[in-house]
Nanobody
Framework: QVHLVESGGGLVQAGESLSLSCAASGSIFRTNVMGWYRQPPGKQRELVATITSAGSTHYADSVKGRFTIAGDYTKNTVYLQMNSLKPEDTAVYYC?????????WGQGTQVTVSS
């Protein structure tokens, strides 16, 4: 079992920055993929960015050049730095951990970007 705790959401104005963090605990397997997904109001959950334990990253086209994902595997923590935020980035952001065919989700943190 893996437990994920997210932090860092909030309310910002368009153009500002926000940083999210997600700490994983429990049965952490060294080879894994962690990432961030988001669910805008009234829409389905979508991928934002992922990072493997080897350091490979992947971003949704909508956030490329604005968001940066990073991992500190000594702390089993993944971060999401969000710059130049737009109102369409408003969503509940969820952390995800995936390894050995099992995935786990955090409780979600709200990010609201006002215009």
């Amino acid at each position: 079992q893996v437990h994920l705790v997210e932090s860092g959401g909030g309310l910002v104005q368009a153009g500002e920055s926000l940083s999210l963090s997600c700490a994983a605990s429990g049965s952490i397997f060294r080879t894994n993929v962690m990432g961030w997904y988001r669910q805008p109001p009234g829409k389905q959950r979508e991928l934002v960015a992922t990072i493997t334990s080897a350091g490979s990253t992947h971003y949704a086209d909508s956030v490329k050049g604005r968001f940066t994902i990073a991992g500190d595997y000594t702390k089993n923590t993944v971060y999401l730095q969000m710059n130049s935020l737009k109102p369409e980035d408003t969503a509940v952001y969820y952390c995800n951990y995936y390894a050995l065919g099992s995935g786990y989700w955090g409780q979600g943190t709200q990010v609201t970007v006002s215009s």
